[in-house]
C-alpha cells in the first residue's frame, strides 16, 4: 500500500523522517497518511509552528514498516479525511540539520542574519 510521509532534507545524505514523540516519552511514532492532501496539510500546520518545511513522499507501507522494525520506531496509518493536529510543541533540538542551513530552531533575533530574518517575516505574513 501505498502511504504519504513528511521527509525534510528530502533525497540528501541529510534526510530525516517526521515522528512524534508519544507521552510516554519512550516511543517514535511515524505517521502514514493516506491521502497526499492530508499529509500536505499536516506539513503546513507545522510550518506554521515555526518547524521546518517538510517534503511529502509517497512510499509504500512496507519500506516504512521495515524501517520501524529496524530503528525501533513505531508506525500509524492516518486514514484519509482525519485532520491529524500536530502537536502544541515541537523539540528543542532534532538529530538533524537543515541542508545547508545553520537555523537554531530555538534562539532570539539576535541568533539570525537580516536575510534569515527577512525569509522568516515573509514567510510569517504568508500565513496571515
Same mark, same amino acid.
Given at each position: ?7 525534510? !532534507?528530502? %533525497? ?12 510516554? /516519552?519512550? *516511543? !517514535?511514532? #511515524? &505517521? ?7 499529509? =500536505?496539510?499536516? /506539513?503546513?500546520?507545522? $510550518? =506554521?509552528? +515555526?518547524?521546518? !518545511?517538510? =517534503?511529502? $513522499?509517497?512510499?509504500?507501507?512496507? $519500506? #516504512?514498516? $521495515? ?8 508506525? #500509524?496509518?492516518? @486514514? ?5 493536529? @500536530? @502537536?502544541?510543541? !515541537? ?12 537555523? @537554531?530552531?530555538? /534562539?532570539? =533575533?539576535? +541568533? ?6 527577512? %525569509?522568516? %517575516?515573509? *514567510?510569517?505574513? /504568508? &500565513?496571515?
Amino acid at each position: 500500500m501505498r502511504v504519504f510521509v513528511l521527509l525534510f !532534507n528530502a %533525497r540528501t545524505d541529510n534526510e530525516g523522517i517526521h515522528t512524534l514523540k508519544l507521552k510516554d /516519552g519512550d *516511543r !517514535n511514532v #511515524i &505517521l502514514m497518511f493516506e491521502s497526499e492532501d492530508d499529509a =500536505a496539510r499536516y /506539513g503546513l500546520m507545522l $510550518e =506554521a509552528q +515555526d518547524f521546518l !518545511n517538510p =517534503a511529502v $513522499e509517497c512510499l509504500e507501507s512496507e $519500506e #516504512i514498516d $521495515e524501517f520501524c522494525q529496524d530503528s525501533a520506531y513505531e508506525s #500509524i496509518l492516518v @486514514p484519509e479525511g482525519t485532520l491529524a493536529m @500536530p @502537536p502544541e510543541t !515541537n523539540l528543542e533540538t532534532t538529530d538533524w540539520q537543515l541542508e545547508g542551513a545553520k537555523l @537554531p530552531i530555538t /534562539g532570539d =533575533a539576535a +541568533d539570525f542574519s537580516a536575510l534569515e530574518l527577512e %525569509r522568516l %517575516r515573509q *514567510r510569517l505574513e /504568508g &500565513l496571515l
